[in-house]
């Protein structure tokens, strides 16, 4: 069964500064998608960035990047010049393709991060 | 793009009554979409998965005579608790499957949640 694991439980940044988010998963499977939400304290779900596995090059959305390690199984983001609007629950999600599965998204923990002024 | 709306945000019923959860999505077909329940400070915790004219497949330990879920079309998929009690109180949230991949392929676009509160 896959798993997905953000170790961070939480973190916090200042201002303008780059911070790193954590995330390993297990799986057996070798093409799947990989995703990071943000759910701020509105608590509505927001897709920040998604990584297709068979594509070596990092997915980046603006401020938002991620370090896609397929070997290591580590899907971590990193996000430069933070703001305040930033501050949010980050959940880290795995989820095998429809065609081999139900589709659903696999969550971590998530990990809270502020940043502060 | 990509807009799943959810309706009503916020109710408030009696223990015993049946309330009624409607997730649309907006301007994409989504022949799937997922219910999930999360309780405070705590991830997303997948209930059930809805397809388009079939039944839906409910995850292990989920009623599905409690939490019954009906897609009746390409952008339509509601859940209603039925004789709902205290603990069915939770924030109830869907997400629909982009098929035609315009946000890139397989992803999930959530609504903002329903936040159910049984008395």
Known sequence: ???VT???PEMS???AETVTLSCT???SESNYYLFWYKQPPSRQMILVIRQEAYKQQNATENRFSVNFQKAAKSFSL???D???GDTAMYFCAFMTPSTRSQGNLIFGKGTKLSVKP | ????SQHPSRVICKSGTSVKIECRSLD???TTMFWYRQFPKQSLMLMATSNEGSKATYEQGVEKDKFLINHASLTLSTLTVTSAHPEDSSFYICSARDQLGLGGRETQYFGPGTRLLVL
């Open chain 1, 1 to 3: 069964a896959q798993t």
């Open chain 1, 6 to 8: 953000q170790s961070q």
């Open chain 1, 13 to 15: 940044v200042q201002e």
């Open chain 1, 25 to 27: 998963y297990d799986t």
């Open chain 1, 78 to 80: 990193k996000i430069s």
């Open chain 1, 82 to 84: 933070s703001q305040l």
């Open chain 2, 1 to 4: 793009g990509a807009v799943v």
């Open chain 2, 28 to 30: 994409f077909q989504a």
